[in-house]
């Protein structure tokens, strides 16, 4: 985890006071790398780089950052880890280069200036980036494949500036006196998804780089994005096509996922797998330890507390028994914390007012607090489990899955529900009789289109507070699929194709923001085992029976815990974070002050609500209770902004 910043006058005028001002960016990012930092300023002072580090690869060395080439003539500015970078090294080697340290900053910095942007095709890794020619006057942005890393920017005036967050980008806007104004479907979008749309931010003119995509800037030219890679799921559609065993298809699995732990367990630091009692975290736990064979330590919040109300939950296996039981058989050396319910109104104070990046869901206390335990432990890698559920599917998604199923198999049902569909009236009406899998929420799309699992409310309830003719197109922001899919869609069925959404949309601009906000607070970086594009590739061709079945998800994975763990633990009911249970956020209101700050907002003279929205929010009657820490967020966040 480290943090990069920068500023580049494509326009060719020298930027004024540039040294300055990219000394106070770069610090805004201290907290993302806190062991080294530095700065790069062009001698025409047209470009400006910083760099804050967490070492991660061979620690020990300090480098003079960002990192300058060799030849003297490129910068780097470099988040993230190239896991492949030892072999990429001896490669290089072979071909004249010489490298200084044991880093794979070196080694992309070096890669990058040999063989330019084609360099790409051979990183197996996470990252953003920025790589400054400094002879041609010429700079490259790139985003990871997956978007694990993140990288937003602004274009305005003649200059790009970029970073890891979008903080030091508002500064710079506001030292040049550039409004900053609050995204109005940034808001809309949140009221949808819990988050702006796909390369948006809260903020109107800062953007977030699309994952797979690279920015290229020179001197009187307009920057421009393209996209230099992308899935290829259908890699595999022979595979699947010949119906192999499912012996066969764990073989397969558990080369892929075996080469992937390997490459991403770090050679230099201390690292810890977090253990939840879920079935994806026991997979990492399993392949982390080598089937028990390795040593390894496991990690396990305990936040659940009195989450179980019924007598009959109470005997189900609990998350903290699960993780035990998994720790037992891998014989890992386990560790157990409580949450701290004292410390989360602090956390959620302090972030509620920096949520620029229009990352709004609470449940990220939960990796911050993993995240501060880690630092008691003097752990500076984590890994997570992030991914599995998109690929594989949410208990959720089965019940779109489902209906997709019935309505494929009786055209008349699906031609009556369409009908039924169209009106609001009957919509309500039907929701009322308890019939929703009878009601097709978009009856005029004829595209690919489920609602993700962080969907928070449909067209008709927003509708309510917000007029839909404001809607335009963002309730379909996730859930779809990009175009650049078009080639392969018609050859994916339904649970392939909700694969491909997350991993497209809601894996880089939402999961991997939250785990990002989680983590980067406290310096420590989450590795994600489950998001490695040949793995991600293989499980989004998947058939429908790795998913569903029986009204459960999952059942590839479960099978795996079941026959290398436990039976029990395979067949765990997915919980859920509790931050997400409507009983936890109300223990807190009074001391955040939820009510009476949104109460007192203006922000339904600003933004497009409607009269009475206020009103509507507040009263419990209207049922609008899970939009009160959103639109708090957004409240402490626009008065924030006023006051910087």
Partial sequence: MCGIVGIFGFNGKPINNLNSRIKKMTAMLRHRGPDQEGIFVSKDNLCAIGNTRLSITDPNCKLKLPLLS???????????????????RKSLSYKGCKFKTKTDTEVLLEGLVLEDKKFLDKLDGMWAFGFYDISRK???????????????????????IFASEPQPIIYYLKSENISVDIDDNSVICSMFFYACEPGKTLIKNIKRLFPGRNIVCEINKE???????????????????KSPSEKKIFETFNEILSETVNLRTPLDVPYISSLSGGIDSAIVALYNSNFG?????????????????????HKKLTEKAAARITSS????????????????PKILLDLSKNCFDCMFEAGFIMTRQLAMEMKKKNKKVIFMSDGLDELLGYADDYQSWEQNKYFNSNNLKLSASRLFSTSRFTRSILRKLGMNKFIIEHPKKNDFYFSPIHSLGNSDFVSMIIDQKNHKDLVFSYG??????????????????????????????WFNLRSDKGFFGTSVECRLIFQDPKLVEFLISAPDKMRFSNKKAKIFARNIVKNFISEDVS????????????????EWEKELNIKDTIANSDIFNILPFKK??????????YGFNKYKWILYCITRTMNNLKLN
């Fill in 480 to 509: 779809t699929i990009d175009n650049i899919y078009d080639d392969i869609i018609k050859h994916l069925n339904f649970s392939q194709k909700m694969a491909l959404s997350y991993c497209n949309k809601s894996l880089p601009d």
């Fill in 293 to 313: 064979k390795k040593k390894i330590d496991t990690l396990f919040l305990d936040s659940f507390g009195n989450i179980y109300n019924s007598e009959d939950d």
């Fill in 138 to 160: 010429k700079l490259i942005l790139s985003r990871d494949l997956l978007g694990e890393r993140h990288l937003f920017y602004c274009v305005v005036n003649g200059q790009i």
């Fill in 223 to 241: 920057p421009r994005e393209y996209l230099y890679k992308k899935l290829h799921p259908e890699k595999w559609f022979d595979f699947f096509l």
């Fill in 70 to 88: 060799n030849n003297k003539n490129f910068i780097l500015t470099f988040n993230g880890e190239i896991y492949n970078y030892n072999l990429l």
């Fill in 612 to 621: 009475g929205a206020k009103e509507k929010i507040i009263n419990p009657k």
């Fill in 571 to 586: 067949l765990r009911k997915k919980y859920g974070q509790p931050m997400a249970q409507t009983k936890n956020l109300p």
């Fill in 329 to 344: 058989k891998l014989k890992t050396s386990h560790h157990e914390f409580q949450f701290d319910h004292k410390e989360s």
